[in-house]
Each structure stands twice: as structure tokens, then as C-alpha cells.
């Protein structure tokens, strides 16, 4: 496992085994992240960037934006 501190604020995504296979957020600046070889993490600049991909690994288009999947506004490192 290896930590790093963030050095600007991005959004995120890792492949994980559960239900929908995927886990998804943001982070800010200075957070520590830990990081798994099993689960690599993916950084994304926009949410736009973060809606495609999650949206390819679900396989149902427009999925992310769906107001129970998509992360809360007020979170969002670049709204």
C-alpha cells in the first residue's frame, strides 16, 4: 500500500468488489490517500471526466447523473 498527500483537488474512482463494483468521490488538497496495488485508483480533473468513466464501467449511459448516484454538488472540488 502506498499514501500520498494530494496536491490538488480531483475526483476519483476505484474498482472495488461490491455491489456495483466501483467506488467514487472527491478529494481536496492535502488529504492523505492510501493506495492499493489490488485497487488502483483513477483521477479525473472534471466531473464530466468522472460521469464518463463510471458510466462505462456501469454500462448504462447517464447513469452517474442520476441524483442518487452522483456526488452532492456542495462536494464537489470543482463545481
Known amino acids: 500500500m502506498s499514501h500520498y498527500i494530494s496536491s490538488k483537488p480531483y475526483y476519483l474512482l476505484t474498482e472495488v468488489p461490491n455491489p456495483s463494483g466501483i467506488l467514487y468521490g472527491w478529494n481536496e ?42 456526488i452532492p454538488h456542495s462536494l464537489n472540488p470543482n463545481p
Open 29 to 70: 488538497i492535502g488529504n492523505e490517500i492510501a493506495v492499493t496495488t489490488e485497487y488502483p485508483l483513477e483521477e479525473f480533473d472534471t466531473e464530466e471526466e468522472l460521469a464518463e468513466r463510471v458510466d462505462e464501467i456501469i454500462g448504462i449511459p447517464g447513469w452517474y447523473w442520476l441524483p442518487e448516484h452522483r
